[in-house]
């Protein structure tokens, strides 16, 4: 959008600098993840480990002695030395406020390891000892109570797979192609399987009452974050989670609680959970107005936005990375969709002309991501890659035009337009449009 | 009776005693209740101001609190401060519909009530939850005649807060995409 970089109302959404061009390579063992991140490549990889691995000496033959023992991590494992994929952050912007994106191109299946789940703060990450932490829920219920993480712990417990999504991804691209790669484009989404205890069962304990319509959710974090909830979403299938793919929470994702909000824009997922309260009105907080609301044409803007629509982003081949030739590929990507699964993924080639199905990994799971692929063999000459998901409610994925017509320039939230990108005639991939 | 048959009825009644048991299963009853005192901490004032807490501000009060606790993010001018993250607070108004709008306090927010309750919560940025509720009273006073909302001698407490007229009252309405 033309006032991106200047308006304030972008609030650590945007950086305030491009992220610089630096070469992608796609190449067997490349380290393109650390020259993306900007950080030591194999050639210093002897002095500085990438973050999450621990240096070990390389063997010349690995056959010819023995490895290192057991233990010496100390119990918890940490990933190669030689995988450098991390999660980016955009330069200027407040780091206790800022966002970091997940590095979707480095990524292969349909679960982002938590360390590299994205992160939006609204005051830091909060440091905070579960033994101490509790979730009041309160408002109009008959019995207010205090829930300790032991009684939660206790409770009938579920698990479940679903993507969050940033209301924000891919607002870079409202006016047009900006973005240099995938991660910057799409970054603001990540998979995990989260395990806790449905809302109905705390509702259940503490009797709702038939006036209340609305929860307010709020963290404990130093924004002491809220967003009201509608009562039928949260007793449809609002999970408050403790578990994020086999083990506790990361900090960043809300240690030791968290809403778990399937479909709906990630903010309203509150992190470090300490309350719900059940009123009958919105509270009208700030995330909720002056946030988090989407400005139309006529100067009046959307309010309560909550469901991610369908999207879907090509991620292999995508931005600043470069084909070593013609011949074969696996064109891969991600699809999801808020409102249920995806049913149906689309690729073209050609710039839109015509639209191939695509195989879809495994039965795609209630708004949960899912990985699509389809085999190409690239000629060598120029061409353009989309994609298009369609979901089970029919809806289909739009091109950025039908957005743009219908929102103008200014939504900034919610963009899932269409995404392409560009191979050339020597192999290298931008974000251009079709 | 043969042998399967009996097989089937012992099968038929474990079966019977087990959906008789899935009917009422148990469910936890855990929890401990919370006094009035305890919900204290959990204020959040939605637009019609219930919970909002006694006491009153002016605006000049409001200024000097300001200067102190909100100027180096914000701008000594309300104006916001691009290095700091700290967001115009006044200023916009008869953008919103144009190419660049201006959203603020002035221009955007729709209920006074939210300045309170997020300056309440989470403001100063390095000391959220530090100001007293006079001084939240105050600094919202002070923001909203600085914007042209209220004169420069109101006072808010409880009563006036909810009352305020912001300018972009009717900006908003529910996504109306299909649910």
Redo the contacts between chains.
């Keep these: 959008m ?2 991106a970089e200047d ?3 972008k ?2 959404m945007f950086p ?1 600098k491009p992220l610089s061009r630096r070469g992608l390579l796609f190449a067997a063992g490349s380290t393109a993840g650390a020259i993306a991140a900007g950080l030591p490549g194999r050639a210093s990889a002897e002095n500085t480990p990438p973050p999450g691995a621990a240096l070990y000496e390389v063997a010349t033959d690995p056959t010819k002695e023995p490895g290192r023992a057991i233990g010496l991590d100390g119990g918890y494992g940490t990933r190669s030395q030689f995988e450098t994929a991390v999660r980016i952050v955009p330069s200027g ?2 780091p ?2 800022t966002f970091s994106l997940t590095p979707l191109a480095s990524l292969v299946g349909n679960i982002t390891p938590s360390g590299l789940h994205y992160e939006r703060h ?2 830091g990450v909060p440091t905070i000892d579960p033994a101490r932490h509790s979730l ?3 408002g109009l219920v008959e ?5 300790t993480m032991e ?1 939660i712990k ?3 417990s579920v698990t479940r797979k679903h993507f969050i999504e940033c209301s924000g991804n891919t607002n870079s691209e409202w006016a047009g192609p900006k973005g240099k790669t995938v991660q910057f484009t799409h970054g603001l989404l990540s998979t995990s399987e989260w395990t806790g205890v449905h809302f109905s ?1 705390f509702a ?3 009797g709702l009452k038939a006036e209340g319509l609305w929860v ?1 959710a ?1 963290g404990s974090d ?5 967003r009201s909830i509608p009562i039928e979403k949260v007793l449809r299938d609002a999970l408050i989670a403790y578990g994020q793919n086999g083990e506790a929470l990361r900090p960043e994702q809300g240690y030791p609680l968290r809403l778990v909000l399937p479909g709906y824009e990630g903010n309203t997922h509150i992190k470090w959970l300490q ?1 719900l ?1 059940v ?1 009958d ?6 995330e909720e ?2 946030k988090y ?3 139309m ?11 991610m ?1 369908a999207k879907s982003v090509i991620t292999f081949p995508s931005g600043e990375m470069r084909l070593p030739g013609p011949g074969y590929y696996e064109i891969r990507g991600l699809a999801w969709a808020g409102r249920g699964r995806v049913a149906r993924v689309e690729v073209s080639t050609d710039g839109g002309r015509t639209w191939t199905l695509a195989e879809l990994e495994g039965t795609p799971e209630p708004i949960c991501t899912v990985r699509f692929k389809l085999p190409w063999l690239w000629d060598g000459k120029p061409a353009t890659l989309l994609s298009r998901c369609q979901d089970e409610t029919g809806y289909i994925q739009p091109t950025r035009e039908k957005l743009v017509a219908e929102r103008g ?2 939504a900034y939230y919610h963009y899932n337009g269409i995404q392409s990108w560009s191979v050339a005639a020597d192999g290298s991939v931008a974000n251009v449009a079709a | 009776m043969s042998r399967l048959e009996v097989l089937l009825a012992f099968a038929v009644a474990i079966g019977g005693f087990n959906a008789l048991a899935a009917e009422s299963p148990p469910g936890p009853n855990l929890g401990s209740p919370v006094s009035a005192t305890e919900l204290a901490r959990f204020i959040a004032i939605p637009q019609s101001g219930a919970g909002l807490p006694h006491g009153r501000g002016e605006v000049a009060q409001g200024k000097a609190i300001y200067s102190a606790r909100c100027a180096a993010c914000h701008g000594e001018h309300l104006e916001g401060v691009k290095e700091t993250g700290g967001v115009a607070l006044i200023g916009g108004r008869g953008t919103l519909a144009s190419a660049k709008p201006v959203k603020t306090v002035e221009s955007y927010w729709p209920y006074a009530t939210t300045i309170f309750d997020y300056v309440r919560r989470a403001m100063p940025f390095n000391a959220p939850g530090s100001l007293t509720d006079e001084e939240v009273y105050a600094v919202t006073a002070y923001i909203l005649a600085s914007g042209h909302v209220i004169p420069e001698d109101a006072v808010l407490d409880e009563v006036s807060l909810p009352r305020i007229d912001m300018p972009n009252r009717q900006g908003f309405y529910r996504d109306p995409r299909p649910k």
């Design positions: 033309s006032s308006c304030d109302c609030e650590g305030r912007s407040n206790y406020t609204h005051a009041v829920v309160h019995t207010a109570k205090r829930f009684d206790r409770m009938p069962i259940r304990q503490v307010l709020e130093g924004a002491v974050m809220t309350s309260q009123s009105v919105p509270f009208m907080s700030r107005t002056s609301t989407d400005l044409p006529d100067g009046r803007a959307w309010q309560f936005v909550f469901e629509d320039l200014n």
